[in-house]
């Protein structure tokens, strides 16, 4: 008998390779043992994936802190996580556009005229989330190193590494709540407001308490500190994308289709 992976000589009461690890397959593929193979994958408490999400919440230092600090083998990597959470997020997508299109539909909210041009905002939005969320990171990291200027524990990439944990923890809950909630009819604006923003903020406060050692006080000075700069930013992005509608001529087109429909 060989294995069936590196093709080693293996003795008939091998259970696995003494070369490459491989447990020894000996029966075909079965409805059963197919289940058992993902249920021993993705659930079982050894399993590093399940292993490394219910510690982001019970000691979210130990997995990015160690991470950073060279442990790999523990927890699952940053770039995987994260990428398991893009994978997810694009699954919401998916069942919501196919079950739920009506889910993201914002026009009620919309000025009279403007709303196929809000729609395609809000439409370029939804669409490249995956990629709006890839953008946060590097934001979110010096606004991060800004506000531990004065702790000089960890470097800009080491910054970028703990949000991509962070936001990756923070989608995967997000992605589920939300297919929840539109099964269950939840407007987006409650669960947005009432759920996703605050846990973000405060599971991000609880990772930055952990990594940093901080007491209470501390870690929620340097939050409000940080939302402060995030909506200073904010406010300027909007302000250069105003600045930018003006002269592109975007103020003039939504003129015109206000006008048109107070017309008509």
């Known amino acids: 008998m060989t294995c069936k992976n590196c093709y080693t000589a293996l003795k008939e009461t091998d259970d696995y390779c003494n070369s490459c690890g491989a447990k020894v397959i000996r029966n075909r593929l079965t409805i059963r ?3 058992e193979h993902f249920s021993e994958t993705f659930f079982n408490y050894d399993n590093k994936l399940l292993r490394t999400f219910i510690s982001l919440f019970t000691k979210p230092e130990d997995v990015i802190g160690g991470y950073i600090n060279g442990v790999r083998k523990k927890y699952v990597n940053v770039i995987s996580y994260f990428a398991l959470a893009l994978t997810l997020l694009g699954l919401q997508m998916f069942i919501l556009n196919k079950f739920f299109p009506n889910y993201f539909d914002f026009s009620s909210l919309a000025t009279n005229g403007v709303e ?3 729609k395609q905002n809000m439409d370029f939005i939804i669409e490249y989330q995956s990629f709006v969320m890839m953008l946060y990171i590097p934001l979110y990291a010096i606004i991060s190193k800004l506000v531990f200027y004065n702790l000089k524990k960890f470097n800009y990439t080491e910054h970028i590494v703990i949000f991509m944990y962070v936001l990756a923890q923070t989608s995967i809950i ?5 297919v929840l909630s539109a099964t269950f009819g939840l407007s987006i604006f409650i669960l947005t407001y009432g759920f996703i923003l605050p846990f973000q903020i405060l599971y991000s406060a609880y ?6 050692k901080l007491r209470v006080k501390e870690i929620i000075a340097r939050t409000l500190l940080f939302l402060i ?3 200073v930013l904010f406010v300027l992005i909007i302000i250069i994308v105003i600045v930018f509608m003006i002269f592109s001529g975007g103020f003039e087109e939504m003129k015109a289709a206000q006008k048109a429909v107070s017309l008509s």
């Open 33 to 35: 043992n197919l289940f």
């Open 116 to 118: 196929d041009i809000q």
């Open 174 to 178: 997000g992605s589920v709540v939300t």
């Open 207 to 212: 990772c930055l308490k952990k990594i940093f």
């Open 229 to 231: 700069i995030l909506i």
